[in-house]
């Protein structure tokens, strides 16, 4: 079936997932959170695709929850906020959070304008982000007597550190551009005119550069263990890791290329080629 909220294209090796609600500044439904999971579903099967890039739109990314239900918006017991919160937030096919955690892929935003609550927080999952000069981003939901969602309370804090995460939660204001690279949220700025480009770009550099399957692997040991209290739990993996990937078709290539100067042409597929040396690394691909 064919999404209603978003628009997908495929080009290359690149997925684009692009918020298409540009009449509700993009506002998020519960809807849009099944049809980003699908989409990053999708990506995880299919190894024709590299990287997914997720932008919107419109002047704005997205503006947060759609409250046009009023008042009751957030009310999913009554029924008023059902579109937002209600069923597909939740499930396999509803959960965009873990569709985007579990995707073997990694993934690029590029936010062509502001993001507001869930508009910001649906992307903290995601691993590289970008912005356009002018985009405002903010976590305002103390501003509607709400606590930050999707995960926000661990991803944030992650990414930003501990005392810019709480200034930004407990003042809910809206934070410009130029704050939120210094603070890491993104990793650069460019003009909107060149935000779809430099977005590509980024796509590429990965796609045409590296491993497919070693960009797996990499991203979930850089998630899984990056917040941990020491090396340990990366040390007691990665050793074991790279002692399956060196005698396969991948390091031959990639050494290869290096020594020849040439593009590498690496043969491993992420849906059939995945080291599992152990059980530890089988939970940590799956």
Excluded at 60 to 86: L, P, R, W, Y
Aim: hydrophobic share 45%; with cysteine.
């Amino acid at each position: 079936m064919e999404p209603t909220t978003l628009e997908l294209r495929q080009d290359g090796p690149i997925l684009w997932v692009v918020l298409h609600r540009p009449e509700a500044m993009n506002a998020y439904t519960a809807t849009m959170g099944a049809e980003i999971a699908a989409a990053f579903h999708r990506a995880d099967r299919d190894d024709s695709i590299r990287v997914v890039v997720l932008t919107a739109k419109g002047r704005v990314f997205c503006a947060g929850a759609d409250v046009s239900a009023g008042a009751g918006a957030f009310d999913t017991e009554s029924g008023a906020g059902a579109k937002n919160f209600g069923g597909g937030r939740h499930g396999e096919d509803g959960d965009f959070v873990a569709a985007m955690m579990e995707c073997r892929k990694p993934s690029i935003v590029a936010f062509n304008g502001a993001a507001a609550g869930v508009g910001l927080t649906l992307t903290l999952p995601c691993d590289i982000r970008i912005a356009v000069d002018s985009a405002k981003f903010g976590c305002v939901f103390t501003r509607r007597g709400l606590v930050p969602e999707a995960g926000s309370a661990w991803f944030l804090p992650r990414i930003v550190g501990l005392p810019t995460a709480l200034r930004w939660c407990l003042t809910g204001a809206m934070v410009p551009a130029a704050e939120a690279l210094a603070a890491g949220l993104v990793s650069e700025l460019c003009p909107a005119e060149a935000l779809e480009a430099r977005a590509r770009a980024l796509a590429m550099e990965i796609a045409e550069n590296t491993a497919p399957v070693a960009v797996a692997l990499t991203r979930r040991l850089l998630w899984r263990h990056s917040a941990e209290d020491s090396p340990k739990g990366a040390l007691a993996v990665d050793a074991r890791l790279n002692i399956a990937l060196g005698k396969g078709a991948d390091v031959h290539e990639g050494v290869s290329a290096f020594l020849q100067k040439r593009p590498p042409a690496f043969p491993g597929k992420v849906s059939t080629d995945l080291p599992q040396p152990d059980l530890w690394a089988e939970r940590l691909l799956r």
